[in-house]
C-alpha cells in the first residue's frame, strides 16, 4: 500500500536561524512591523510502499534519522498519511 | 494577542524538483527501496500579533506572496494557530 509522510526539519531549540533573522528583516522593511519573529525549516514528502502505517512511520523516521535531517542542530517530526 | 502561523511553501505540479530527485537517489544507495519520491519544500513560522485570527491569516498569506515564495514556481499553504 502506498502512504505519504510528511517529514518536518526545524532548529532545534537554541540553535541560531541567520535565514530566519535576514527574512524578518526583510519583513520588517516591507512593512510588516506585526510580524515579530521567523523560524524556517524543511519540509520533505515522501511517498512509500508500506504494508501497515507504522512500517510507513519506521521508514520516514529513519530516513530522517540518517539523511533529511542533522541530528546535531535539527529536529524532525514525522507525519503519515494515507 | 499573539499567534502563530505555519506557511507551508511547496513547488507547484509539474516543476521539477531537482533536489528532491537527488534526496530519492541518496536514499535509494543507502537502501530505502521503500521510498518511491521525494518533494522537498520549506516551511516557515511566524510569530505574528495580531488582533483576530483572520487578520494573522491576512498578514501570513501576504507575507507568503510578496516574499515567502516565488508565485512563479512555488505555490503556498498558510496554517494559523493561537
Known sequence: MKFQAK????LKEG???PQGQTIGNALL????ENILKVKTGK????EIEAET???ATRAASEAASR???????EQ??????L
Open 67 to 73: 539523511l533529511l535531517a542533522n541530528p546535531v542542530i
Open 15 to 17: 540553535v541560531l536561524d
Open 43 to 46: 519540509i520533505f514528502t515522501l
Open 29 to 32: 522593511d516591507l512593512g510588516f
Open 53 to 55: 502505517e507504522s512500517d
Open 7 to 10: 517529514v518536518n526539519v526545524s
Open 76 to 81: 524532525f517530526k514525522v507525519e503519515v498519511v
